[in-house]
């Protein structure tokens, strides 16, 4: 397996414009996650899907972002419209094998710049 | 929500050095990892731990769950080690949503 793929790897983009940010989940897996790294929280849960279904967005910091995953093998997170402080590494996370206490893998992450 | 905290912080070594990296939690879990971010941002996994003791190459762990902590052992550091360490912990009940801690910065000097 390719394991976690997320898209793009880098993106720039300017204040009030929309951006999506994209991943596909290791084949077989049945959550996946989104973290946001900044240098002042350091790593930290936005959202959690479980068999494609939204299960915790508490972490998901305002109505500006949303996330779907509408099937198994994609996933997506949008800013709209997107602000500076939300200059950040986005990572994405799967698991496999629910009710089950096994490892998540990590994609490459997406480092976004709003200016 | 549960508390993780890793120590040190910062850590500087000469290549050849050994060292341990702690990890502490607040509450009982059913999953800890440890991750190695490299300089290029991308977390490795390193150990899948919840409780036990494993050993790859260099490096080892050890998770003793009843007192909530871990432990991070590098052995004959290499530069390529260098970079930030984090542990993560998940409790069952928590739909095992993984909490970070802070990360231990590691840098190895040749």
């Known amino acids: 397996d390719a394991g976690v793929i997320q898209s793009p790897r880098h993106e720039v983009t300017e204040m009030g414009q929309e951006v999506t940010l994209r991943c596909k989940p290791i084949s077989g897996h049945d959550y996946l996650f989104w973290y946001r790294q900044t240098m002042m929280r350091g790593l930290e849960l936005l959202i959690y899907?479980?068999?494609?279904?939204?299960?915790?967005d508490s972490g998901m910091p305002e109505d500006r972002f949303s996330a779907k995953m509408p099937n198994a093998s994609f996933s997506t997170l949008k800013i709209q419209p997107s602000e500076p402080r939300d200059s950040a590494v986005y990572f994405c996370?799967?698991?496999?094998?629910?009710?089950?206490?096994?490892?998540?893998?990590f994609g490459q992450g997406t480092r976004l710049t709003v200016v | 929500g549960i508390q993780v905290e890793q120590s040190p912080p910062d850590l500087i070594l000469q290549e050849g050095a050994n060292s341990t990296l702690r990890c502490n939690f607040s509450?009982?879990?059913?999953?800890l990892q440890w991750f190695h971010q490299n300089p290029w941002g991308q977390l490795i996994n390193l150990f899948y731990i919840p409780s036990g003791t494993k050993q790859n190459g260099r490096l080892s762990a050890t998770t003793v769950a009843t007192e909530r902590y871990s432990l991070l052992y590098i052995s004959s550091s290499q530069t390529t080690d260098s970079g930030v360490y984090f542990c993560?912990?998940?409790?069952?009940?928590?739909?095992?949503?993984?909490?970070f801690g802070g990360g231990t910065r590691l840098m190895v000097k040749p």
């Open positions: 993560a912990v998940a409790r069952n009940n928590a739909g095992n949503m993984l909490t």
């Open positions: 899907f479980n068999n494609n279904v939204p299960i915790d």
């Open positions: 509450d009982s879990v059913n999953n």
């Open positions: 996370a799967s698991r496999q094998r629910q009710g089950a206490n096994t490892e998540a893998f």
